[in-house]
């Protein structure tokens, strides 16, 4: 198994310009969930998904869009990239949408947005 | 809200030290706790956890236990190793429903030999 996946690993943007950054599990985990990374705040959760068409916000959603059109894949959308959103995005799964149940994660991706 | 304070960093220890990193959260009901390893460069690896009161959590000679009393979730090892630098995040999973993970703001752990 892979576990997740993400691409790219790095992206640099310039503000304004849209780009979608891509999750894929092979473990036929039903919850997925994207977090960013900022340094003296831990991970924060931008949207979640507890199966294929379902989706919903975290704590952070704004500027973030996201769909699940199958259970593998779960990409998140920069609609208009601003500087704030300069992070490491990083993609979790897990077996189920139980608390309790780990979480795996992806290697992450680092955006820059100039 | 449910939140989590874990200590801050860096923590610098020598090979072999004990090492503590310190945890206590806000939540209401009952959260399962975690937590979770970032080696340099990676993704969050999970370490150990706990889903109920009074469980220990223990992996890689790492032990944690729930304490309800004191809402805390301490991390302790007993002979740290170089290999063991990294950064440590305690989190919770809000036991309002789902798996959204609650974390805190991570303690740089360095080890020198």
């Known amino acids: 198994n892979a576990g997740v996946t993400q691409t790219p690993k790095f992206q640099v943007l310039k503000t304004g310009q849209s780009m979608t950054l891509q999750c894929a599990q092979d473990?036929?985990?039903?919850?997925m969930s994207w977090y960013r990374q900022d340094p003296g705040m831990g991970l924060r959760l931008i949207h979640y998904?507890?199966?294929?068409?379902?989706?919903d916000q975290g704590e952070v959603p704004n500027g973030y869009n996201v769909s699940r059109s199958t259970t593998e894949d779960f990409p998140l959308r920069l609609l208009s990239a601003a500087p704030s959103q300069t992070s490491v995005y990083f993609c979790?799964?897990?077996?189920?949408?139980?608390?309790?149940?780990?979480?795996?994660f992806g290697p992450g991706t680092r955006l820059t947005v100039l | 809200g449910n939140s989590v304070t874990q200590m801050e960093g860096p923590v610098t220890l020598s090979e072999e030290a004990f090492l503590t990193i310190n945890c206590t959260y806000t939540a209401t009901g009952y959260p399962s706790l975690f937590w979770y390893v970032q080696y340099p460069g990676e993704g969050l690896q999970l370490l150990l956890k706990a889903t109920k009161a009074d469980d220990k959590g223990s992996n890689k000679g790492f032990e944690a236990t729930y304490r309800k009393e004191t809402t805390s979730f301490h991390l302790e090892k007993g002979s740290v190793q170089v290999s063991d630098s990294a950064v440590y995040f305690c989190?919770?999973?809000?036991?309002?429903?789902?798996?959204?993970?609650?974390f805190g703001a991570g303690t740089r752990l360095a080890v020198h030999p």
């Open positions: 998904s507890v199966g294929a068409g379902i989706t």
């Open positions: 979790a799964s897990s077996q189920a949408g139980t608390s309790g149940d780990t979480q795996y």
């Open positions: 473990m036929n985990h039903e919850y």
């Open positions: 989190a919770l999973s809000d036991p309002g429903g789902y798996n959204k993970l609650i």
